[in-house]
């Protein structure tokens, strides 16, 4: 009988994507037990300002240009079909219904899994799926219940404190991001005038 694949989705904005994604993402399909992390692209919630957020198929082509050369890594727009404000765990429930053959996990950064205990369901998410978590530099604690969670993972990965709004700034201030990004991602960005700051009319 053929296993399920197993599928680590790692959710973000991806505004833009970097290394410190990439790295993350690699070190978890290669140092885990993961088959592949699918990296899913999350849409502009229509009720909130867009602030600076590039348009949705943007992302999604950058990531998906960045992704080339990583056959383990997949991009995903799921969530873009998926009612607004949509909800991890509605997400999760509707791969598991369109991907019955694969068994889904979780991948987030340690700062997110302090505010884990806000998430709508959580307990249906702690009880139904793994959580694999890199680790973060980042103030507050862990929640005691998450601790020593038999379905919650620390993952030695690298700690990568580069972040999309820092590049955001960087270009807006005509500084060089060229190393933060992968090469290809960068070329987009220039070629599109990305964050660039608008010359006065």
């Not at 993952?155 to 992968?182: C, D, H, W």
């Amino acid at each position: 009988m053929k296993l399920p694949k197993k599928i680590g989705l790692y959710f973000g904005t991806f505004n833009p994507i970097h290394i410190g994604h990439l790295t993350i993402a690699n070190h978890l399909v290669e140092f885990s037990d993961l088959d592949e992390v699918w990296m899913v692209v999350t849409p502009h919630n229509p009720h909130k300002k867009r602030s600076g957020l590039l348009d949705d198929h943007h992302r999604l082509s950058m990531v998906r240009i960045a992704l080339e050369d990583y056959p383990k890594l997949k991009v995903s727009n799921v969530e873009f079909d998926l009612p607004q404000p949509n909800y991890t765990v509605n997400t999760l429930t509707h791969l598991e219904e369109q991907y019955p053959d694969h068994h889904f996990s979780l991948i987030m950064g340690e700062d997110n899994l302090k505010s884990f205990h806000k998430w709508k369901n959580y307990e249906v998410i702690l009880e139904n799926y793994s959580i694999y978590v890199y680790p973060r530099i980042s103030a507050g604690t862990v929640e005691h219940q998450f601790q020593d969670h038999p379905r919650i993972q620390k993952v030695n990965a690298p700690i990568m404190e580069l972040s999309s709004t820092f590049i955001r700034k960087s270009v807006e201030a005509g500084k060089n991001v060229r190393p933060m990004l992968p090469y290809k991602v960068w070329e987009y960005l220039d070629e599109m005038n990305f964050y660039k700051k608008k010359s006065p009319q």
